[in-house]
């Protein structure tokens, strides 16, 4: 790829992305928004954080692996259902790093 196709390549996509946000703007009040599609995008958030962090959960040493070997993946997991029994955030963070920081020494 060369340069100019690099800068064209942002160019293009700093164009779209500057008009799929200011779209939204320049309608203002007179487009509305079902209900239904209005719930559905409070489900974004935890979407975008799960597409960003399963990818990295599941891959160890560059390949797609679910096993005990994969540190990440276990922290995740003690993680996760430490959430699920406290629904406390911090520890939940806590829970995940100690893990993980205990299995990377002990490994």
Same mark, same amino acid.
């Given at each position: 790829m060369s340069h100019l196709?690099?800068? %064209? /390549? %942002?160019?293009? =996509?700093?164009?779209?992305?500057?008009?799929?946000? /200011?779209?939204?703007? =320049? /309608?203002?009040?007179?487009?509305?928004?079902p209900d239904r599609i209005q719930r559905a995008l409070r489900y974004a958030p935890a979407a975008a954080l799960a597409a960003i962090i399963l990818p990295d959960l599941l891959t160890f040493e560059g390949h797609f692996t679910i096993s005990p070997g994969n540190d990440k993946l276990m922290a995740g997991i003690a993680a996760?259902?430490?959430?699920?029994?406290?629904?406390? =955030?911090?520890?939940? %963070?806590v829970v995940g790093m100690a893990v993980y920081t205990a299995l990377r020494l002990l490994g």
């Open positions: 196709d690099t800068w %064209i /390549a %942002i160019l293009g =996509m700093t164009v779209v992305t500057v008009f799929s946000r /200011a779209l939204f703007l =320049m /309608a203002g009040e007179r487009v509305t928004v996760t259902v430490c959430y699920v029994l406290t629904r406390r =955030m911090v520890g939940m %963070i």
